[in-house]
T-cell receptor
Framework: DAEITQSPRHKITETGRQVTLACHQT?????MFWYRQDLGHGLRLIHY???????NKGEVSDGYSVSRSNTEDLPLTLESAASSQTSVYFC???????????FGEGSRLTVL | GQQLNQSPQSMFIQEGEDVSMNCTSS?????WLWYKQDPGEGPVLLIA?????ELTSNGRLTAQFGITRKDSFLNISASIPSDVGIYFC?????????????FGKGTKLSVIP
């Protein structure tokens, strides 16, 4: 079955370190998204991509970057982790046709 | 970014009761989606609605796409303990950026056995 997987599921890091969260989907979807989820804020869009080599900023993109070198993967990088980036991160993908979003299981990041 | 107004924020109900929740917006959406999130997991798609006035069921769940295209409703009949979780609505517009979703902040459902 097609799926979307995130790794690591849990990570603890220190302020200032670079962190990369991986996202891999086997749906062959063109569209991929990264969200963060925090109490009181719901799901907020960080970055998204509509295809290979395409990346776009979402509403909370500062301090984050993504790259799309193939259809299956959209890694999220925190260049210099900050405590404000402690959150649960969700990757999601959708096809061009239906637009229904399918989510990964999430990556819980703690920045100390 | 814009959020949908989802209500109620939380609800406690007795097992067997019916549940209703809704989402409203000042903007028009062309697609409404309802998700459920269990603790420690990602949101899972429950129902997708594509036409104004559409009423769609998935087991005990029924969702409606409002006629004005600015709202949507989710009903759960005869609730059971495994219905516990957070329910999110999401809307999708047409045109530029139409693959992005706007999310409500969720309704946390607790079911008392």
């Amino acid at each position: 079955d097609a799926e979307i997987t995130q790794s690591p599921r849990h990570k603890i890091t220190e302020t200032g370190r670079q962190v990369t969260l991986a996202c891999h989907q086997t749906w062959n979807h063109n569209n991929m998204f990264w969200y963060r989820q925090d109490l009181g804020h719901g799901l907020r869009l960080i970055h998204y991509s509509y295809g290979v080599h395409d990346t776009n900023k979402g509403e909370v993109s500062d301090g984050y970057s993504v790259s799309r070198s193939n259809t299956e993967d959209l890694p999220l990088t925190l260049e210099s982790a900050a405590s404000s980036q402690t959150s649960v991160y969700f990757c999601a993908s959708s096809s061009l046709v239906a637009g229904e979003l399918f989510f990964g299981e999430g990556s819980r990041l703690t920045v100390l | 970014g814009q959020q949908l107004n989802q209500s109620p924020q939380s609800m406690f109900i007795q097992e067997g009761e019916d549940v209703s929740m809704n989402c409203t917006s000042s903007s028009i959406f062309n697609t409404w989606l309802w998700y459920k999130q269990d603790p420690g997991e990602g949101p899972v798609l429950l129902i997708a609605l594509y036409k104004a006035g559409e009423l769609t069921s998935n087991g005990r769940l029924t969702a409606q796409f409002g006629i004005t295209r600015k709202d949507s409703f989710l009903n759960i009949s005869a609730s059971i303990p495994s219905d516990v979780g957070i329910y999110f609505c999401a809307g999708r517009r047409s045109g530029a950026g139409s693959y992005q979703l706007t999310f409500g902040k969720g309704t946390k459902l607790s079911v008392i056995p």
